[in-house]
Each structure stands twice: as structure tokens, then as C-alpha cells.
């Protein structure tokens, strides 16, 4: 059974799929300050899943079992810590990821890179199931889009914009899993990886992420001492405390003191604060929300 889009577009929408828009108040906020949030979402299950805190975790489709256990079992501690856990529904580390959360008896999401009535793998149709009633599967693509090569890439963007941090399991070079890696450095989110052996060809990338800047992961407390400030942040974002004194705590940033009338870039807010990219921009984030700065070309402005 189909019902009517009520856009213009006159796209069918599958009974039981929920559509948000960008001025939807449940559109998740993370996502929404990115540079190229999706115009529309479609979900089934629970949309309200995200707009909580999310690890991303990917890696391979041609996984080793030594990363589908050690994918299973972290996403199992992260759940247990108060993480939903954000993934791409492929196979490998992301239905190991899917699997673990979903096991420890937590909510996962399913980013899918076709229309949200399509399974891609189709063998993935039962854990499909699962996600839906317990988390929720999400696309930007409308209905009927089938599994094109160049939506994996746009389907990255939304797993790390949706998230806190991003998680690689393993990886080779090259890799889809480093394309999420990337964005999420863009958008100022935490980058994570575990340290394989170089002998083990399917762990290059994450070698590569650890030399480059990610940080090295042997157990959840590497992920979770990184995501706290981030955490609180979004808890803030998205639970505002209703005290007087709420604006008065945003207007003392010191990002904010360190902004003008002029064109400030997050790098460069970066260098003159001293502070981590991701923790800049999810101050950055909070301060646009309370329409204390603008983003524009430059970068940004005080409002």
C-alpha cells in the first residue's frame, strides 16, 4: 500500500515511512549543520533516534572474523554506554556493527544508499526488519532509487553527519570506509581506528586514519573520553536548559570571543583557541542554534 507524497515532487511514499524536511523540528540537528545537508529524509521506525547521540562505525565488506568480533562487541560496550550505533547496512563490519548494538539490547540506524523501500543487500532484509523496530532506517533518496555507485559516497556524508565520531573497524587502501573518515573530519567530528598489525592487509586504512590524526582504539574508553565534550554538547543541543543563565554561558565562549564582523574560518578558530577541530565545531554548532554567529563563505561571523 502507497500513499501520496504531499510535496510537488509526486513521489509515492510507502505506508508506515515518515519524510522530514529540513524545516521539520525533528530533523536531527547534527545533520542539519553540515554544509550539504539531504533537503529531505525518509525514515522507518523511530525518527527520534536521530536526533540522540550516535557512533558511526564502518569498515569493510570483506571482513576478517577478528573485526567482526571486535565490531560486535564495541558497539555492544558503546550501546551499553548510552551510544545508538550509526551504519551503512552493507555487509561486513557494518552488519557486524547493526548486529552488536542490536544484541546488547540497544538502537541502531541504517543509512541506506537507495529509496527506503529497497534492500540493498537483499540479504539484509530481516536485519532491515530488526533496525526498523528497534532504531530506524533512513535514505535522502526518494522511493524507488535503486543502488547506483555514486549514492554510496553521498550516503557516507549523512552516517558522520549524523554522528558524534566515526568508527573504523578495518580498512584497506583504498576504501569506502575512508570517504566517511574524510567527511567526518570536514564536518568536525571525531575520527577513531584500531590498530592492525601491518602484516594484515585489511587493516592499511586504519593504519593510514592512526598516522594521519585519528586516534588509536583498544578498548570503548578511547571513543568515549573523546565523544564526553561532544556528548554534553549535543545533550545542550538538543535538551536546552531552560535557566536565565543558559545564553549567558553560550555568550562566554571563548569561540565567540574570538569571532568579529569579519569572516573567521573553523581552521583558523582551530589555531587561535588551542582547542580540538571537533570540539570547535560543535561549539561553533551550539552558537549558531542560539544565533549568537552566522555561518557564511568565510567561515563565521558574530551574529
Known sequence: MYVEDPRPTGVATPAGVEILSLADDRYPPLLRLIHDPPQRLYVRGDPAVLREPQLAVVGSRKASAAAVRAAEALCGQAVASGLHICSGLALGIDAAAH?????AGGKSVAVMATGIDGIYPARHRPLAAELAQSGC??????????PLRHNFPRRNRIISGLSLGVLVVEAALPSGSLITAGTAVEQGREVFALPWSMLHPGGTGCLRLIRDGAKMVQGIDDILEELGPL??????????????GGAVAAAAS?????L????????????????????????????????????????????
Open 99 to 103: 548486529r552488536g548494538a542490536l544484541r
Open 137 to 146: 532506517l533512513v535514505t535522502e533518496f526518494p522511493p524507488g532509487t535503486p
Open 231 to 244: 556528548y554534553r554538547l549535543q545533550q545542550d543541543l538538543f535538551e536546552p536548559q531552560q535557566e536565565p
Open 254 to 258: 571563548p569561540i565567540l570571543d574570538l
Open 260 to 303: 568579529g564582523f569579519e569572516a573567521v574560518s573553523s581552521d583558523e578558530l582551530v589555531r587561535a583557541s588551542g582547542l580540538p577541530a571537533a570540539r570547535v565545531m560543535a561549539e561553533l554548532s551550539t552558537l549558531e542554534l542560539e544565533g549568537l554567529v552566522t555561518r557564511c563563505s568565510g567561515g563565521y561571523t558574530r551574529t
